[in-house]
């Protein structure tokens, strides 16, 4: 039996023979030819079978057939993967049972959902997209990835890249938001803090860009549904983050759930042979979504389980995650000539290439270190970096009067609403090994914050409408908070200012959790206006994983502080910005709507055909609503003021292969130091093929010491000023551009530039 310090030593022997000369084989695609020319067929789809854990790996398998069964593949080597195996005792021991056993001792990759940390929570990826600041988003990746991998992890399912316009559609909060540009630079980020420079640190993991493609387009908004999008939308909006990492050497895709022209995404070859593996040349490999290749049977795409199996591995999909297809029929189909064996070679080769890359063929157990873990999950390093990201993720919507930051001294202060002293909900959902109530709450913030002369005054107010009930279970749970109520006013009444938390609990927001109604549930819109009727100064402290419809609020309420689900130091971070000891500097990176009637609503729409009022009722607008956002893309306040002066380009008429260069000025009118976000959109008024009203093609992050002007500077080349056609090709033409600076995606001063031939 070859066991794996056989195959190494014979490797490395192979390796001192070779010189550097240019054309040979580089080190891991030698040992890896190697490798794959003594794997067996059957050890070949091995390496393409994905399952999850069924059992503690600590300890003996279960008597079931199903878990024997399991065990004894992951002992053959007819396992490649496995996912939901945690910690570092777990995965040392399941590395065992495929390492000393099998034939050639081919270590596992386990794989974990690690979303927006491991067990101290960054905020949720939404909240985190709203910094608007890479380095952040860099971070916020680093310290999961420090975590999981501490815990004998190699593979997260993260970061996903699914560019949202509706927020029905729960999955919103695991995105950076509505803009490609946007999260096409974010993403990179993620995939940079994931993976690092070196993938075979034991710190970092491998990153997988998900889900290709399309999956934020399902119709009305509900988890799992059709996605009927045109090509132009397609490689305009869908597919330029997944483009941005594959450039950037992500080292896996997922597949995503829904069709796109009819196709079930995990048997499409357009998007994974035809795209991602030949324009692009990604290298890496593409894993299914859990049991999606079953589900092309469903789709109505697939005869059977077996015909699923050889549409998806023809498409590219190199690894089978939970649907037991490519194991039982791959060799089968290869015999029966329906497969071509270059096709198992292909996706063998790319898992065993990561697999090198992460070091598991050195040392198959450098992930797995109790002592490691130990010291790094759950440290102190980790919370205050947990900290320093939810400060940066919160957006300040509404401060009139000033009223914000709040003094410390401030004689009485009454905390009111569901989630005031909620330590679950803050935490998010995909919260991986976070411990339930682990969080800090905001009434624990606030009461660390103040000085002592300050009284704390709380009332929960009423109880908040869990996602899991049905809206009739909502209605009858609504009915029982009168005397919570009557607390609520009663505390309200004697504090000179009130602090309400309103919003979600965490789990209304995430997978399966899509909603035809984003106003706040049960009767919180209730308690708000008992309290509002006081007269008293309000702040609103929003918690929510999507935005959320709230007009009245918007009107009524003095402040408004955004803060989305804020992870493990939420209550500490939202007090550090609401007394003052962080300015907000986060912007929208996904608009609010005044009602859930105008979903799906982004700022990057197309102009239409009849976009303005023409003095009777025949153009395109709501009887009932507004056309435009309550909150619009790129909103955020600080609390300080900057003012924008007049931009400039260096010139008017440019030739085609030049670049142009915008400056303008922004100066710290207040009193504060803070930070702005300016942001440039570009719009194509005389395309080929029509272009949306704006679109983000830069921005830039600058701090600023009060009454400090600077001049920022934007390079705009063809790559920027391009787009795709609905067949996918880059399009740059001569014309006019209009430019558009400012503060939001709103608030913006035009100027224009034209291109000649």
């Not at 399912?157 to 316009?165: E, I, K, L, N, W």
């Not at 606030?446 to 996602?467: E, P, R, W």
């Not at 939420?570 to 990176?589: Q, R, W």
């Not at 799906?600 to 009777?616: D, K, S």
Request: hydrophobic letters at 40%; glycine letters at 8%.
């Amino acid at each position: 039996m070859i066991k794996l310090e056989q195959l190494l030593a014979g490797c490395l022997i192979f390796f001192s023979a070779c010189t550097n000369n240019e054309g040979m084989k580089s080190k891991e695609d030698q040992f890896v030819d190697e490798l794959i020319s003594k794997m067996t067929l059957e050890e070949k789809i091995g390496q393409m079978n994905q399952y999850t854990s069924h059992w503690e790996m600590t300890g003996p398998a279960p008597k079931n057939a199903s878990s024997q069964k399991r065990l004894e593949e992951i002992k053959s080597g007819g396992v490649g993967s496995m996912l939901n195996v945690v910690g570092a005792k777990a995965t040392y021991e399941a590395q065992k049972l495929a390492v000393e056993n099998s034939r050639l001792g081919i270590p596992l990759i386990f794989a974990y959902d690690v979303i927006h940390g491991f067990k101290t929570m960054a905020p949720i990826p939404l909240a985190e997209a709203c910094a608007w600041d890479p380095e952040i988003s860099k971070l916020s990746s680093q310290l999961a990835a420090r975590e999981a991998s501490a815990s004998g992890l190699h593979w997260t399912f993260a970061p996903m890249m699914d560019v949202g316009r509706d927020a029905r559609w729960g999955r919103v909060m695991e995105g950076c938001g509505e803009d490609p540009y946007l999260a096409s630079v974010l993403s990179v980020a993620r995939v940079k803090g994931f993976q690092g420079d070196d993938l075979s640190q034991n710190y970092t993991m491998a990153a997988c860009a998900k889900h290709f493609a399309a999956y934020a387009f399902v119709e009305a908004g509900r988890e799992y549904n059709t996605v009927d999008i045109g090509t132009f939308t397609l490689h305009n909006i869908a597919l330029p983050p997944f483009k941005a990492v594959a450039d950037e050497g992500v080292s896996t895709f997922m597949n995503a759930f829904n069709i796109i022209n009819g196709t079930p995404a995990t048997a499409s070859p357009y998007l994974q042979r035809d795209l991602l593996k030949g324009e692009w040349n990604f290298p890496g490999y593409v894993v299914s979504d859990w049991g999606s290749i079953e589900e092309i049977v469903t789709h109505g795409a697939a005869e059977d389980l077996k015909h699923a199996a050889e549409l998806a591995v023809k498409a590219g999909s190199d690894m089978d995650m939970e649907s037991s297809a490519y194991l039982p029929y791959l060799k089968e189909l290869v015999e029966e000539g329906k497969v071509d064996e270059a096709l198992i070679d292909d996706a063998a080769r790319r898992i065993l290439k990561i697999k090198y890359r992460l070091g598991l063929f050195e040392d198959p157990y450098r992930y797995s270190n109790e002592e490691r873990e130990k010291e790094i999950v759950y440290s102190k390093e980790s919370r205050e970096q947990a900290r320093k990201i939810a400060r940066h993720s919160m957006v300040l919507l509404k401060n009139d009067d000033q009223l914000l930051p709040l003094s410390k001294n401030t004689k009485s202060i009454a905390v009111i609403g569901p989630l005031a002293d909620d330590k679950n909900s803050p935490l998010g959902s995909w919260r991986a090994q976070a411990i339930k109530n682990s969080a800090v709450s905001l009434l624990e913030g606030i009461q660390k914050a103040v000085g002592s002369s300050t009284n704390i005054k709380y009332a929960k107010g009423c109880d908040l409408a869990l996602g899991d009930r049905n809206f009739l279970d909502e209605l009858v749970y609504a009915k029982a908070d009168a005397t919570e109520m009557a607390k609520a006013v009663a505390v309200a009444q004697k504090s000179d200012l009130v602090i309400m938390a309103l919003g979600e609990d965490c789990f209304q927001s995430g997978e399966g959790r899509s909603q035809t109604d984003i106003r706040l549930k049960g009767v919180q819109m209730e308690l708000y206006n008992k309290i509002r009727k006081l007269n008293k100064k309000i702040v609103v402290v929003l918690m929510n994983g999507r935005p959320v419809a709230i007009p009245e609020i918007a009107e009524s309420a003095d402040a408004i502080l955004e803060t989305w689900f804020a992870g493990t130091e939420a209550g500490n971070a939202i007090a550090d910005v609401l007394f003052g000891d962080f300015n907000p500097s986060g912007k929208l990176t996904t608009s609010f709507p005044y009602a859930t009637g105008q979903c799906p609503i982004y700022y990057n729409h197309m102009n239409t055909g009849r976009p303005t009022a023409t003095g009777n009722v025949f153009w395109s607008h709501y009887t009932d609503a507004p056309n435009e956002a309550l909150y619009p893309f790129g909103y955020g306040l600080s609390y300080t003021e900057f003012e924008y002066a007049k931009p400039s380009t260096d010139k008017e008429i440019y030739a085609m292969n030049e670049s142009v260069k915008l400056r303008v000025k922004v100066k710290n009118t207040g009193k504060f130091t803070g930070e702005e976000v300016v942001q440039l959109y570009i719009q194509d008024p005389a395309a080929t093929y029509a272009r949306p009203v704006k679109e983000l093609k830069a921005f830039q992050k600058i701090s600023f010491k009060a009454g400090e002007e600077k001049e920022i500077e934007f390079s705009l080349n063809q790559s920027d000023l391009g787009y795709y056609s609905p067949e996918g090709k880059f399009l740059f033409e001569a014309g006019t551009y209009h430019l558009f600076v400012g503060t939001n995606s709103r608030e913006v001063q035009k100027l224009s530039v034209k291109f000649n031939d």
